[in-house]
């Protein structure tokens, strides 16, 4: 169809050209005024209404293509294939807009011969006959914006009730009322302007398939829905009448339906409704990339409007006519060329699957980071066309590492970003040497990450090894060659291994030790041990970071468990789906091998300290921390009790902001969700763990508290009186919960309760 000639027309411009408009008996009912339609209805209005308002028509609402066929007959007889929704909006449209400025006598004149209507349905009699009657109609009167438009038709002696039946009376009816409440308060004289061919507001494009018979096998045949085209081959259609006026426009329709449709077909694994979508998609896509481009300046000082447009153009996998894409101002000669290179590119055989894996990611998907990771490889292409495997893998490396390094979630850093991304390819040729010799900040880019790449440069230009420690791959634990910075957590963010990889009076970091502890690194961020239930490395950090347990006098900086706001603290969740999940986690642990102290000497983090004790295998070494830890406290709790993590859905503590050793374990980020005390807490682990329970005491039951009051467990004894036991201010206390000194603190505890606690909490206080 893209061969065919269309022209662009107005709803005038078509019945000048043609006696009658009909739709023919194989359409489907008028479907844009069925009730299930008010989302689609109310946007179409809204485009026609903003359209006819505007101030100018220098951006004329386009509506596509019109298919269908002249029927030969004494006068022209125009039966419509394609475009029946939209044709009967706009004869709608121009009734009620008539009738709105009293100007039916003048729609008359234009659309009623031989007292028929110029626009009919065929589908049935009673749409027919509704059409002819709505046409000849003088006298209705216009109701108020709040009332109905369809009672006052539906009360004139000439409508039947029988129409109601009808899909296609029924649905106009229900248009009517949705223009009468768009329209009703708008500005005069939008009839005249719909009727102006000279500077139309409203247009599409008429195709006139004169050399074929509509009978009903082709109506079947094209489309049994009465929609011959999809939203790809309309836009197809509109882009090949563009390619016609360009020089190079031959050369692009002979790619676009040569290799391009085969790489498309290859990606919608040869299903028709997925390579329309594919395809349509990487032209919208590319079309977003431009207006990006043609965007200056941060996001705050762009108005509104050119906001709202490109986050629609960004997300948008539908063709709605040329005010999408601006009278094709975005796909300028730059992006033409660009789109050239990057489906020539796509379709040869240098393109590898990782190349059409992003490519099908990026137009299946709507993520800001997949579609910056493909921009990146736009940019790269663009510029160097024919790139080496090397230059290809420094690329990736260096982009990806940017990339998965920065929250990219909104226009707000895309933008910046994507710029920076431009000034990178245009070194593409020297991207490494470009790194080491540039100043330049790079808006958009986290600057740490940007420091480190720069830093990761320098090393493998003056050592080759190292650029086999920092490649990019497949990462699979206890490989040859393991590819560390492909690592699901690190993502490239290696900087606080180099900096635990300085041998003593060394001004740089050494390969065999950034090797032997990232690989240790690697480990402790796995999978396994950051999801383990037993909670092995967050264990391991509080009993390591406690300084009664080390003997070696070492200061070091230790920021676990992470305080968060107030007086609540994260043992860190083990996501890893996003740079925020790492960085609100375990990079902020993990990150900054080395601190500079006062006295000019560096002091190692407690995750630097960790890494260094790890000697054989992970688990095992973890496991031996744990159990060499004996000092008092809360953190020898937790250490020893993993149950009390498990309790912490949100991975948080809260502190006492007077009792730093008064622990809440919490099930949300605040105290209004249910929480336990520590103490109290491992009462009921250990009790839980025995088989029989301690001599004296028949049941226990632990008491979470929603709110601000202290957690407890109660526990009943054989004579038949039940103890509420809590921890409070740095001590055990108990008191009666039932009989007559419920309330009272119990000056002397139970025995048997004061006996299990010596026994198990040798180091707390028991109140007297």
């Known amino acids: 169809m893209s061969n065919q000639a269309g022209t662009t027309l107005t709803f005038m411009d078509l019945f000048a050209r043609k006696d009658l408009v009909q739709i023919p008996v194989l359409q489907r009912d008028y479907a844009q005024g069925r009730e299930t339609e008010s989302s689609v209805r109310d946007e179409f209005l809204t485009s026609l209404r903003d359209s006819l ?38 004869f709608l449209l121009h009734w009620y807009l008539a009738l709105r400025e009293g100007k039916l006598e003048s729609f008359r004149k234009i659309f009623l011969e031989n007292n028929k209507s110029k626009f009919t349905y065929k589908t049935r009699v009673s749409a027919t006959e509704f059409f002819d009657a709505l046409v000849r109609e003088d006298a209705i009167l216009l109701p108020e914006a709040q009332e109905k438009l369809s009672e006052s038709i539906k009360n004139r ?10 899909p296609t009376v029924k649905g106009c009816l229900i248009m009517l009322d949705a223009m009468h409440a768009k329209f009703s308060g708008g500005p005069q004289g939008l009839y005249e302007r719909l009727l102006c061919t000279k500077s139309p507001r409203i247009r599409f494009q008429f195709l006139d398939l004169e050399k074929f018979s509509l009978s009903d ?26 390619l016609k006026k360009l020089p190079e426009g031959s050369e692009l329709e002979a790619r676009m339906d040569g290799a391009w449709t085969d790489l498309f077909w290859d990606l919608s694994k040869k299903d028709t409704t997925a390579f329309n979508a594919l395809y349509l998609r990487f032209f919208l896509l590319m079309a977003f990339y431009r207006a990006c481009e043609m965007t200056h300046g941060n996001v705050q000082k762009i108005n509104k409007n050119k906001q709202d447009f490109l986050r629609k153009l960004r997300g948008s996998h539908h063709y709605s006519s040329k005010k999408i894409i601006l009278d094709f101002k975005l796909f300028d000669q730059k992006n033409r060329r660009r789109i050239k290179a990057v489906l020539d590119y796509c379709s040869s055989e240098k393109s590898d699957s990782k190349v ?25 292409i663009e510029t160097l066309q024919t790139p080496t ?51 330049e900040s790079m808006p958009g880019f986290t600057q740490e990450q940007w420091r480190e790449e720069k830093r990761k440069c320098r090393l493998i230009l003056s050592e080759a090894r190292w650029e086999t420690l920092l490649r990019h791959g497949t990462w699979e634990n206890g490989a040859p060659e393991p590819a560390y910075e492909s690592h699901p957590y690190l993502m490239g963010q290696v900087g606080f291994v180099l900096d635990m990889s300085y041998p003593a009076g060394q001004d740089a970091p050494d390969p065999d030790l ?8 690697c480990a402790l961020l796995s999978p396994s041990i950051l999801a383990s239930n037993e909670f092995l490395l967050q264990r391991a950090l509080l009993a390591l970071g406690d300084d009664r347990s080390r003997k070696d006098g070492h200061s070091f900086k230790n920021d676990y468990p992470l305080r968060q706001s107030g007086e609540k603290y994260s043992f860190c969740k083990p996501n890893s789906s996003s740079y925020r999940d790492r960085e609100e986690n375990w990079l902020r642990v993990a990150r900054s091998g080395k601190q500079k102290q006062q006295n000019g000497h560096e002091r190692p983090t407690l995750f630097a300290l960790l890494v260094e004790k790890i000697k054989g295998e992970t688990q095992d070494a973890l496991l031996q921390i744990i159990h060499d830890y004996k000092e008092p406290g809360w953190r020898r709790l937790m250490v020893e009790h993993p149950e009390t993590f498990s309790y912490c859905t949100k991975f948080l503590i809260g502190k006492e902001y007077t009792d730093k050793e ?14 336990a005390e520590l103490r109290t807490y491992v009462v009921k682990i250990l009790l839980e763990q025995k088989k029989i329970l301690p001599a004296g005491i028949v049941s226990y039951s632990y008491q979470s508290i929603y709110g601000d009051d202290l957690p407890s467990i109660d526990i009943s004894l054989e004579n038949g009186i039940t103890y509420c036991l809590k921890y409070f201010k740095s001590q055990f206390v108990s008191f009666i919960k039932s009989g007559e000194k419920e309330g009272d603190w119990e000056k002397d505890m139970p025995k048997t309760i004061r006996n299990f606690l010596q026994t198990h909490f040798p180091d707390e206080r028991i109140v007297d």
């Not at 009465?226 to 509109?238: P, R, V």
């Not at 950034?514 to 690194?521: D, E, G, L, P």
């Open 53 to 90: 308002c505007a101030d100018d028509a220098e951006h004329p609402l386009d509506l596509d293509f019109i298919y269908g066929n002249t029927e030969e007959t004494d006068s022209p007889v125009f039966s419509v294939l394609d475009g029946q929704q939209r044709l009967t909006t706009l």
């Open 157 to 166: 002696q000439w409508f039947f009730s029988l129409w109601l039946h009808d």
């Open 217 to 242: 096998e082709l109506y079947i045949k094209m489309n049994g829905r009465g929609k011959i085209l999809s939203d790809f081959e309309n836009f197809k259609a509109s882009w090949s009448l563009y």
């Open 356 to 380: 059409k894996e992003l490519l099908k990611s990026v137009l299946t998907g709507e993520n800001y980071v997949t579609e910056v990771r493909f921009y990146a490889f736009i940019c790269f």
């Open 389 to 439: 495997d090397a230059q290809f893998r420094r690329w990736y490396r260096v982009t990806d590492n940017l990339i998965y390094n920065q929250t990219i979630d909104d226009l707000a850093i895309f933008l910046p970003f994507s710029r920076s991304l431009r000034k990178l390819s245009e070194n593409a040729n020297d991207l490494y040497g470009y790194l080491v010799r540039t100043d």
């Open 514 to 521: 950034f090797q032997q502890n990232i690989t240790k690194v």
């Open 662 to 675: 008064q622990i809440h374990l919490l099930t949300k980020t605040n105290y209004r969700g249910y929480h």
